[in-house]
């Protein structure tokens, strides 16, 4: 076979391998320990007993996704200002963003208050939870 015939069979090749590939990733493959499985001893009777079915795999326990808003109760998250004020009326109320920086911003910053996914805080309760005042 010369190299222009392999060259004119290499895209009728690759289409096999793309529609192969799907059902390829669809069968399911035995687990490792039913394939080191001993077999089962003869049945009284003279047949094969079935094997007895082998315990499914530990899983690894799904990661769970980290959320720095649960360090901040519920209880001390507020969506209004006043709510806030009423909750802490000697404290600081600040504003957090309760994304992964665990930051919050003061009164005279510009993104307090308009932050996507934030609330209303006293400042005592973001201190006791691990939050950090803004660099901003």
């Keep these: 076979m010369n190299v222009t015939k ?4 290499l895209p009728a090749l690759g289409l096999a391998c793309m ?8 069968t399911a493959t035995a687990p490792a320990a039913a394939t080191t499985a001993a077999p089962a001893a003869p049945a009284a ?10 315990a499914p795999a530990a899983a690894k326990p799904a990661k769970a996704k980290h959320t720095s808003h649960a360090a901040l109760p519920a209880n001390e998250q507020f969506t209004t200002l006043e709510a806030a004020t009423s909750h802490c009326p000697s404290d600081t109320v ?4 309760l994304g992964h920086s665990k930051s919050y911003h003061a009164s005279t910053s510009k993104l307090y208050g308009k932050t996507k ?16 005042q803004a660099k901003n």
């Design 94 to 97: 600040e504003w957090t963003a």
């Design 6 to 9: 392999i060259a004119k069979l």
């Design 117 to 132: 996914h934030g609330a209303y805080a006293c400042k005592s309760d973001l201190d006791a939870a691990g939050f950090h």
């Design 19 to 26: 529609v192969s590939l799907p059902a390829m990733a669809q």
């Design 45 to 54: 009777s003279g047949t094969m007993a079935p094997a007895p079915a082998a």
